[in-house]
């Protein structure tokens, strides 16, 4: 097992991005003192590999959200702990179990959630398995939890309103979605201690879309306070969830805007060498649909997929020019170096490297359109346990922990996709 080191890194003069929780239009900041012991936090960071950052990032996708806390779970008896946890949806909400709990509670604090949203073994897990055998138990099971979950929703998570929407007064709340979350509010109080992921050891971002501006938000643990309502915004989905009211403006779940967390991360610029664990729960590629229902299996993968490749292939772009800029101003002369220009690149051109872990879930052929919202106990350990296998396997490389020798380098890495395995350095 790795083991955590910490001691004093010379970089962890953490940079304040200018692009800060200001560029969201509608955003509110915070401002608040920081103690002595958020001071020794920000300069005392756990290294894996020489890295001065470790970041988890979970996007959004109900249900398959399980995926997650299996691989947290891997990552942990690595001797893996993140430092910076971002999520959007689903995934702010283990994001914020993860930073809101000491470390040897994490997991099981996890499980409780997943645990509790996803119930006993409900009558279609046992039922279905005893007509059927193979993936058309795990089909017939995965439906019908779907269908529970519509009609009923899903204990410590949502529940119908009653009356439905079509019957609530015009211009309310409660006229925009057909489901309550307020018991997913008393579960976060539960479970998560919002005093501790406000103490600075641990940083927290969480994404959410304003409604009126539709303009992205970040709420950020190192700008202002995190609250319950923050992550209840994050993954506050309509028509089936209400928007969530923070100092006076609306929000809903960030995914209808991006759900991926990576370009925050990397905007930040944090000047610290980083390693990125990048977990998705829609795959971008697969096979051309042979009928209707894959059809729609195919188009939400592709919609709410992370397009992490994109990024990082815009991302290692940039970092080329950052490392030439770098090698130019090595031989300025000093009257150059001290132009406004030279130090405008100079301050956007920090020397950083970069691991970037991908992990993204593969569904099981028998998993249709409802899979991020089938809350049965089988699917939530079938998804656990992928993610935790799917950690094992990626870790099991050791050059994703090995910082890279290139300045400014990034290093991509994708241990799940057998045609494509790949390393790629800029």
């Keep these: 097992m790795r083991l955590l080191q910490t001691k004093a890194c010379s970089q962890c003069n953490m940079k304040a991005s200018s692009a800060s929780i200001a ?116 089909r017939a099971a995965i439906e019908i939890a779907a269908g529970e979950a519509l009609v009923g929703g899903v204990p410590g998570f949502f529940a119908p309103r009653i009356p439905p929407p079509p019957l609530q007064p015009k211009n309310t709340l409660a006229a925009t979605s057909w489901y309550e979350t307020k018991d997913l509010g008393s579960t976060l109080e539960h479970l998560v201690d919002f005093d501790r992921i406000n103490s600075g050891s641990v940083r927290l971002s969480v994404g959410a879309v304003n409604v009126r501006t539709g303009n992205f938000a970040y709420f950020d643990s190192r700008r202002h306070p995190i609250q319950v309502k923050h992550v209840m915004a994050s993954a506050a989905l309509p028509p089936g969830f209400p928007a969530i009211e923070i100092e006076g403006e609306f929000y809903w779940d960030g995914g209808l805007v991006t759900n991926n967390p990576l370009s925050w991360v990397l905007e930040e610029r944090t000047g610290l060498d980083t390693l990125i664990f990048q977990v998705d729960l829609w795959n971008s590629r697969g096979p051309m649909p042979g009928d209707l229902a894959q059809v729609a299996v195919r188009m939400k993968d592709i919609q709410f997929s992370s397009r992490t490749r994109a990024v990082t292939d815009a991302f290692r772009r940039a970092q080329h020019l950052r490392a030439a800029f770098n090698a130019l101003l090595a031989q300025l002369s000093p009257e150059l170096a001290a132009l406004p220009e030279a130090r405008l690149l100079a301050e956007a051109s920090d020397p950083a490297v970069y691991n970037i872990v991908e992990m993204i879930y593969r569904s099981h052929t028998y998993e249709g359109q409802s899979k991020d919202y089938a809350f049965s106990r089988q699917t939530m350990e079938d998804h656990w346990r992928a993610g935790y296998r799917d950690a094992k396997r990626t870790l099991a490389h050791p050059e994703v922990l090995e910082r890279p020798a290139m300045p400014s380098a990034v290093q991509v890495f994708d241990y799940l996709d057998p045609p494509n395995d790949r390393v790629a350095e800029s």
């Design 23 to 138: 560029q969201t239009s509608g955003a509110p900041t915070v401002t608040r003192s920081v103690s002595s012991s958020e001071v020794r936090d920000a300069a005392t960071q756990p290294l894996v590999g020489g890295f001065g950052s470790v970041a988890l990032l979970l996007q959004g996708g109900g249900a398959l959200g399980a995926y997650q806390g299996g691989v947290y779970e891997g990552l942990i008896e690595h001797g893996i702990e993140p430092s910076w946890l971002a999520g959007i949806s689903i995934g702010a909400i283990n994001s914020a179990i993860i930073a809101g709990n000491p470390l040897k509670e994490r997991v099981g604090k996890l499980r409780a959630f997943w645990e509790s949203v996803s119930g006993e073994a409900r009558g279609a897990d046992t039922f279905w398995s005893s007509l059927f055998v193979g993936d058309g138990a795990h």
